[in-house]
């Protein structure tokens, strides 16, 4: 089956700039996350979506990222100004669902954004 | 809360020589505990899962990582290294929220692997 697709799989911008970075998760997978992975960090969740509902975003700095998951399916975030320290490789995951039992989530190769 | 501490950000082995990557976790209930690895530019991959069952818990590539209640901890073992397994390895602890499952990722343990 196909894995979880992301592009782009780099971005270079300048602080203030905007960017968006696009998922699309494994098929029939009801679970979409985003987390945030810098550089010597283990991976942070950002967001977890349940179909097109948010499930938990306390974690994301919702005054200047966003995301989206229209239909249930492929999924946007967006980071609007760009700071320094978003420089980051983006992930996106997805699993069958949220709760216990089928809950092995599945990543993409990311998204490396630098922000200079 | 849960949390997971990786005592080591970087092993180094020679090939042929016995892995050992260590992670103590922090749980207020029976955990959920995970190993990913992560070469470079690839996505996250699932090597084991223990979920309160076997307390030895085999993975895939020869690796296997026992839970250990009275030393809260969840080590990752590999009896041979091979090139191959040079990486980055993370331990990972499940946590709840509400009804769903959220993964706590521990800093990381590069796995260097010498010839």
């Given at each position: 089956e196909a894995g979880v697709a992301q592009s782009p799989r780099y971005k270079i911008i300048e602080k203030r700039q905007s960017v968006a970075f696009w998922c699309n998760p494994i098929s029939g997978h009801a679970t979409l996350y985003w987390y945030q992975q810098i550089l010597g960090q283990g991976p942070k969740l950002l967001i977890q979506f349940q179909n097109n509902g948010?499930?938990?975003?306390?974690?994301?700095?919702?005054d200047r990222f966003s995301a989206e998951r229209l239909k249930g399916v492929d999924s946007t975030l967006k980071i609007?100004?760009?700071?320094?320290?978003?420089s980051a490789v983006y992930l996106c995951a997805s699993s069958?669902?949220?709760?216990?039992?089928?809950?092995?989530q599945f990543f993409g190769p990311g998204t490396r954004l630098t922000v200079l | 809360a849960q949390s997971v501490t990786q005592l080591d950000s970087h092993v180094s082995v020679s090939e042929g020589t016995p892995v050992l990557l260590r992670c103590n976790y922090s749980s207020s209930y029976s955990p959920s505990l995970f190993w990913y690895v992560q070469h470079p530019n690839k996505g996250l991959q699932l090597l084991l899962k223990y979920?309160?069952?076997?307390t030895l818990v085999k993975g895939i590539n020869g690796f296997e990582a026992e839970f250990k209640k009275s030393e809260t901890s969840f080590h990752l073992t590999k009896p041979s290294a091979h090139m191959s397994d040079a990486a980055e390895y993370f331990c990972v602890v499940s946590d709840r929220n509400g009804g769903y499952n959220k993964l706590i990722f521990g800093a990381g343990t590069r796995l260097a692997v010498h010839p």
């Open positions: 948010v499930v938990d975003d306390s974690q994301l700095p919702k609007q100004p760009a700071k320094l320290e978003d069958i669902s949220g709760g216990a039992g089928r809950n092995e | 979920t309160s069952a076997a």
